[in-house]
């Protein structure tokens, strides 16, 4: 199962290491431009719809409905769903859904943000609400 | 300025090899190059212009090395890398850069041998800590785009098993094919579960082996002993979630590629006689085909279905050689072998049972990368002289 995966700690960058600061702290962090008003995911210093500077980090509530998903059946580690799902605030991100059954995985299902930890800071997936 | 009618097809080369446990890689690129070579009828010491991807062993200029091409001559090169559909754009670039005066021969080649063992992990971008840990695949990314296709268009399991039942059928007639037997919906529907919605047949074969194309001036095309096919219109994009604004899995970068090709050719989709449509995948097809113009979005599952892609019954003929789905899928990457078949149709060599009838108008269409993901495409609109 996925649970039992072990996950490498993120890399990180002086762009990205805030979110992963905020991540050790249970914090689920998005960008936002305060020029033209996006939220953007993952998160970059120069928004990609309006090309400003002025991007400001902001916790997302971490609440997000599924978009779509796949449950891959022939892995070595065994059988995991990957999925898009949609952050209440806005954007939409690649993740897995976890501890669950995931044949029960559904298209427009609420799911909430769970972290799983890493030699470094946790990661996020997301689990049914 | 436009490349219409700037660059011809003159050679062509597939690899009928489908696992070559016993061949280097870099030596499929130097037999596919002298199949393409030897088929328009020139030599290696024509050749001023080199195209290769991410295939070709240490890149471009160890390609050059290794193949022995002349030095002196050569003097355009393009490593264009965007996945499977690298060689379609490389079509593209080397029509412009014939158009422009830059090379007058360019050899383009791919080989690899994923079934013989693993090929190395993609490089990956900035994107990585945000998702190199969720497992996306090739499987399950399409996966992804099949199952919110279904969601949002009622697109059925059944249709998409029609795209491998109509390459299945055209597969018989390929003695090199790696799937020669023709199946059934059925059969697509009972093979195991990959991931979720797509079958194991609705997934493309793992092959070894290559292809390679010679790209010309039409002054040096018509003094050759081929057909005559050129190209008249290209198209590239490229794909992503882009900041997850707004995302939409449901449609392909070919909603820009393609008419951007279409109207550099000055053709519609209703004109086009043969379509060459990567088939990495049975839903690759049929959201291809929706972006290109084929039908309208959501329509796709519709139009596959019934048989409307197999030559000879449905209106229109794909993939002829067996696609991705039944012959070859060299490299993990179908863009070379859409543009083969694509020839051999307005040459009038494709086989006798699938070749369509006045073959004059074809398109060969790609992409690169993952659907579900991030994601190049281009499209080549290609005409019989």
Not at chain 2, 70 to 75: A, D, G
Not at chain 2, 182 to 200: A, C, W
Request: hydrophobic letters at 35%; proline letters at 6%; one cysteine or more.
């Amino acid at each position: 199962m996925s649970e039992a995966k072990k996950y490498n700690a993120p890399v990180t960058n002086p762009e990205t290491a805030p979110f992963w600061e905020a991540a050790k702290a249970g914090k689920f962090m998005i960008k936002r431009c305060t020029t033209c008003g996006e939220a953007h995911y993952f998160p970059r210093a120069i928004c990609p719809f309006c090309f400003s500077d002025k991007t400001v980090w902001e916790e997302s509530s971490g609440e997000a409905t599924v978009y779509t998903y796949s449950l891959m059946r022939k892995s070595p580690t065994g059988p995991y769903a990957i999925a898009y799902v949609t952050l209440k605030e806005g954007p939409s991100l690649q993740t897995n859904i976890v501890d669950c059954d995931l044949e029960t995985v559904k298209i427009g299902q609420k799911v909430k943000v769970v972290w799983k930890p890493t030699d470094g800071a946790p990661l996020p997936f997301f689990t049914p609400a | 300025m436009t490349i219409k009618g700037k660059a011809y097809i003159a050679g062509i080369y597939e690899h009928p090899t489908r696992h070559a446990p016993d061949k280097s890689t870099a030596q499929l690129h130097a037999e596919v190059a002298k199949g393409a070579i030897e088929d328009a009828g020139l030599t290696k010491d024509d050749i001023d212009g080199y195209f290769c991807a991410g295939d070709a062993p240490g890149g471009l200029w160890p390609m050059v090395d290794y193949l022995g091409l002349n030095t002196k001559k050569l003097r355009h090169v393009d490593s264009t890398e965007t996945g499977g559909c690298s060689y379609l754009i490389h079509l593209g670039h080397a029509a412009e850069a014939i158009a422009a005066g830059k090379c007058s021969v360019a050899l383009v080649t791919l080989a690899g041998k994923p079934r013989t063992g693993p090929m190395p992990p993609r490089a990956s971008g900035a994107e990585a800590d945000f998702e190199l840990a969720y497992g996306a695949t090739t499987h399950n990314a399409y996966g992804m785009c099949a199952m919110r296709h279904m969601h949002d268009y009622g697109t059925t399991s059944e249709q998409l098993a029609w795209i491998k039942v109509a390459a299945s059928h055209h597969a018989q007639y390929n003695p090199h094919a790696m799937l020669k037997e023709v199946v059934t919906v059925e059969d697509v529907l009972n093979s195991p579960m990959i991931s979720d919605p797509l079958h194991r047949m609705d997934c493309c074969v793992v092959t070894d082996g290559g292809g390679a194309m010679i790209v010309t001036t039409p002054e040096i095309a018509k003094s050759l002993k081929k057909p005559l096919v050129r190209l008249i219109g290209h198209g590239e994009a490229a794909k992503g979630p882009r900041g997850g604004k707004d995302l939409d899995l449901t449609y392909s970068a070919g909603v820009w590629s393609g008419p951007r090709a279409f109207e550099e050719a000055g053709v519609t989709p209703k004109d086009i006689k043969y379509a060459s449509i990567y088939d990495s995948f049975t839903i690759t097809v049929l959201m291809q085909l929706e972006d290109l113009g084929f039908c309208k979005k959501g329509e796709g599952g519709k139009f596959v279905a019934d048989g409307n892609l197999i030559s000879g019954v449905g209106k229109l003929p794909f993939n002829t050689d067996g696609g991705g789905l039944c012959s070859n899928h060299p490299v993990n990457r179908g863009g070379m072998t859409k543009i083969l078949e694509a020839v051999r149709q307005l040459r009038g060599e494709a086989h006798p049972k699938v070749q369509v009838k006045n073959c004059d108008l074809a398109i060969a269409h790609g992409t690169g990368g993952l659907l579900g993901v991030r994601h190049a495409a281009s499209t080549c609109i290609l005409e019989r002289a």
